[in-house]
């Protein structure tokens, strides 16, 4: 079904169970019992061989997790455990851990998304599909409300750090016991929350991977939950002067903010290559006696638009969290972000983690955002600068960043960059040996938006169909990845694609090449500009 030469050839060792089936499923039918004798801590719920094909379907999770996944084709045989690992007395985690027939030697552990809680299945499927040894786990807690976090600081540690350090410690256990050997090379894939689970292995966990994909990362986190709710504070809800609609949003201000800054990039095509560059000026749009009152803003509602879009400061006058980029309005997010209430990973954070669940959250101020970000629960800010053990050990942080996500500000990822490259006293070609930062034009939070945003992050940014010609280090992330830990061969660059309708079956819209940073993609001037040749990095 799926052709993976390019991993296939370069295999360290595959260990494959061959023909009959039955000896692997043997094999992983007698694996409960091997495991609860061996693991400590640890309560197995099952160890079931799944065929190709299986949609599997997740009765027992938490009803909110049908926001991520309630169903998922599987694309290889394997066999699926399911187990608990208790990671203190008042805690623990649930986990599963995937194991392809034809292992490629190499393990994998996803990560989770806003407040966690779910496994992202979606995720284990890619990777296993790869031959990836797969572990993803709950995060600690079960469905996507921080309401567990509430006097039970154990709970809050799995959410910050120990959750996805378990999953390695505990899945490569379980790996080298299903296989007979132990992995040859440890990976890591997530974006948002788990970008920043990503970045947590990174600074604190040095050892825990070789390779980690972490896109969009939810970092200097006490911020960014501080950051949604100043945006909400400025906006307002429906029955403020300065609540902008999403009609409005979309209708006046996106379609504003193309017109002063989508040239600037020499191509107009509904992308702004780097929103750095658009110092948008909204008083363009403020009603004058003669304007139609649909076609444009009150004086109030503009004042707030200038704040959306400008860095927000603490009590001490020292920067928090970087502006909004201009051309992020995104038809998926808007209701969340400018929709007039404060967005649930925020709320729950002030209510379960900084203050208590009757808390009125229509008065926090900055003070309270000063407050959280001095609380920094177990580190949860996970903005350390200093990267020393991860590169001496010879880890690869393969990062990624929408330069259209409203959920995460895209300039968050280049001030922590900024902190690394001063924290190490290191150049950016230094920081390519080990870190690598690819800004993405026009991708929202962590998948779609007008960009070429398909880039192997995920199953569905890889079209959902695996081929060689997806799955070619060129355009797909992870092996890339792949490529760099185990051959030496970083990316420079990563060929991002644009489906007509984001439908592959409708055909390639365009093609465009991202540059990593500090680079700019430039386009050319003459070249057509849906051909990546057309364009290349400054
Ligand atoms: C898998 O099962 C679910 C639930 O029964 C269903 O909604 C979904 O369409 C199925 N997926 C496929 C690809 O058949
Ligand atoms: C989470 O749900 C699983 C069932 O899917 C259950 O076994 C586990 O005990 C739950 N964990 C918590 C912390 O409630
Ligand atoms: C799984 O772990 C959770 C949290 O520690 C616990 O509440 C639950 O009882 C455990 N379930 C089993 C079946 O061990
Ligand atoms: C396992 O991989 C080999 C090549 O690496 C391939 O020929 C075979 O079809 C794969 N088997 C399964 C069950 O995916
Ligand atoms: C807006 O917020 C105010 C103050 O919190 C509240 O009184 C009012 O009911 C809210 N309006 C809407 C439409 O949600
Ligand atoms: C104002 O604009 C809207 C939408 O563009 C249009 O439907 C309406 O007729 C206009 N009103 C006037 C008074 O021109
Ligand atoms: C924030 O609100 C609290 C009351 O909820 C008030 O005591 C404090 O002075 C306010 N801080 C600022 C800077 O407005
Ligand atoms: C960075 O961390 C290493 C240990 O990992 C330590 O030896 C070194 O002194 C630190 N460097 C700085 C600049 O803090
Ligand atoms: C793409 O989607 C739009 C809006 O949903 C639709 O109008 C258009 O016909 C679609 N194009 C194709 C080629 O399917
Ligand atoms: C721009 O790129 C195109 C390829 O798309 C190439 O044919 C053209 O010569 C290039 N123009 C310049 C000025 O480099």
Redesign the pocket.
């Known amino acids: 079904m799926l052709s993976l030469s390019y991993l296939a050839l370069t295999l360290w060792t595959q260990i494959s169970f061959g023909e009959p089936l039955s000896l692997f499923e043997a094999t992983c039918n007698n694996f409960a019992t091997q495991v609860a004798n061996s693991v400590a801590d640890t309560t197995i719920f099952f160890a079931d061989t799944v065929p190709t094909g299986t949609n599997l379907t997740f009765p027992d999770q938490d009803p909110s997790c049908a926001s991520t996944t309630t169903s998922q084709v599987v694309l290889a045989d394997m066999c699926r455990v399911a187990l608990n690992v208790s990671t203190s007395a008042q805690s623990g985690i649930t986990m599963e851990v995937w194991l392809p027939r034809n292992w490629t030697g190499r393990f994998l552990s996803t990560g989770n998304g806003g407040l966690g809680g779910c496994i992202q299945y979606v995720d284990l499927a890619y990777a296993t599909a790869l031959g990836f040894a797969t572990v993803g786990s709950n995060n600690g807690h079960n469905g996507t409300s921080g309401a567990s976090f509430y006097h039970n600081p154990e709970v809050l540690a799995d959410f910050a750090y120990r959750s996805i350090h378990t999953n390695s410690v505990v899945g490569k256990e379980i790996t080298k016991m299903f296989y007979g050997a132990p992995h040859n090379t440890a990976y890591y894939l997530g974006c948002s929350t788990g970008g920043r689970q990503g970045f947590k292995s990174m600074q604190d966990f040095p050892d825990d991977f070789d390779g980690i994909l972490a896109g969009s990362p939810g970092i200097n986190w006490n911020s960014l939950m501080s950051w949604e709710d100043y945006i909400y504070s400025v906006l307002?809800?429906?029955?403020?002067p300065t609540f902008i609609s999403n009609d409005q949003w979309l209708g006046l201000v996106h379609q504003n903010i193309l017109k002063q800054c989508d040239f600037i990039d020499g191509v107009v095509d509904g992308i702004i290559e780097d929103p750095n560059l658009c110092d948008y000026k909204p008083e363009e749009l403020i009603c004058s006696p003669s304007s139609n009152t649909s076609d444009c803003l009150t004086a109030e509602q503009v004042r707030a638009l200038r704040l959306v879009f400008s860095p927000l400061y603490n009590s001490n006058g020292k920067l928090m969290y970087p502006r909004q980029q201009p051309g992020s309005e995104n038809a998926n997010y808007i209701g969340e972000m400018y929709g007039?209430e404060l967005i649930q990973f925020s709320a729950d954070w002030f209510r379960y983690a900084v203050y208590n669940p009757s808390f009125d959250l229509?008065t926090l101020n900055v003070s309270d955002w000063t407050h959280a970000q001095e609380l920094n629960p177990f580190n949860i800010e996970t903005w350390n600068g200093n990267l020393s053990a991860f590169r001496s050990r010879g880890g690869k942080m393969l990062t990624y960043q929408g330069q259209a996500d409203m959920i995460v500000s895209p300039i968050n990822m280049e001030l922590y960059y900024a902190h690394v490259e001063r924290t190490m006293s290191l150049r950016p070609d230094e920081l390519d040996d080990f870190l690598r930062f690819f800004r993405i034009s026009g991708m929202s939070h962590c998948a779609e938006g007008p960009g070429a945003w398909e880039i192997g992050q995920t199953l569905p940014g890889a079209s959902g169909e695996l081929s060689e010609e997806t799955l070619s280090p060129e355009r797909n992330v992870l092996t890339a990845l792949v490529k760099w830990v185990e051959e030496g061969v970083a990316p420079n660059t990563i060929l991002g694609t644009k489906y007509v309708n984001d439908t592959e079956e409708l055909g390639v819209q365009f093609s465009r090449r991202h540059c990593r940073y500090p680079l700019r993609n430039t386009y050319n001037g003459t070249g057509d500009s849906i051909d990546p040749d057309s364009w290349f990095c400054q």
């Not at 307002?236 to 403020?240: E, F, I, L, R, T």
Request: aromatic residues 0%.
């Open positions: 307002g809800n429906a029955s403020s007039g229509s």
